[in-house]
């Protein structure tokens, strides 16, 4: 089945930088998606991406579709504190809910005071 | 508006004991999928229900079967539990088996611990 490899797994920031990860695949996706989890609680969607090549911005946040659709990047610009938590990417294949989503590992955002 | 809730928030069993989680979706919602989430990895999903029915389902054995009722609302039953069944179970609600994503809400979640 697919596999989402998500990079970095951890990352310790100063607050005020600019935070970077990405997502690739090996299979084509026809939906991208960066979830947002807080401990003990499920994940909240951050932005959705359709089309190959679309760049869309949510606030700070800004996310890519891979031309290849094979990959998808994060950024996150002049992190805060509340940016603390675990992202996920997750692709779907097809165009519609009923097929379940795949998730990566996720980014553990961690922000050093 | 109430989100999607999830009954119990945590749960301990023992091997081979078998375990019903419970979801009700957000209002307005008609579907439910369920996801399982081992620590330190992403949700898998395990099956989505819609109009009474499994719709689709994810690489999970037998020993995990669902239910939906007339009202939406959605029980996760695990048999013959195993220590590796140990995670975070999310159950996520939206409207029609068809719905674009962002249209997906995710409940906070049942911990199940299996010793």
């Known amino acids: 089945g697919q596999q989402l490899n998500q990079s970095p797994q951890s990352m310790f920031i100063q607050e005020g930088e600019d935070v970077s990860m990405n997502c690739t695949s090996s299979?084509?996706?026809?939906?991208w998606l960066w979830y947002k989890q807080d401990p003990g609680e499920g994940p909240v969607l951050l932005i959705a991406?359709?089309?190959?090549?679309e760049l869309t911005s949510n606030g700070r946040l800004t996310a890519q579709f891979g031309i290849t659709r094979k990959d998808s990047f994060l950024n996150i610009s002049a992190s805060i504190p509340s940016d603390v938590g675990i992202y996920f990417c997750?692709?779907?294949?097809f165009g519609g809910g009923a097929d379940g989503l795949t998730f990566g590992k996720g980014t553990h955002l961690i922000i050093q005071p | 508006d109430a989100g999607v809730t999830q009954s119990p928030t945590h749960l301990i069993k023992t091997r081979g004991q078998q375990v019903t989680l419970r979801c009700s979706p957000k209002?307005?919602?008609?579907?439910v999928s369920w996801y399982q989430q081992a620590l330190g990895q992403g949700p898998q999903f395990i099956f989505q229900y819609y109009e009474e029915e499994e719709r689709q389902r994810g690489n999970f054995p037998d020993r995990f079967s669902g239910h939906q009722f007339p009202n939406y609302s959605s029980e996760l039953n695990v048999n013959a539990l195993l220590l590796g069944d140990s995670a975070l179970y999310l159950c996520a609600s939206s409207l029609g088996q068809l719905s674009t994503n962002e249209k997906l809400f995710f409940g906070s979640g049942t911990q199940l611990s299996v010793l």
């Open positions: 209002s307005g919602h008609d579907t």
């Open positions: 991406l359709y089309k190959a090549g």
């Open positions: 997750a692709g779907q294949l």
């Open positions: 299979s084509i996706f026809n939906t």
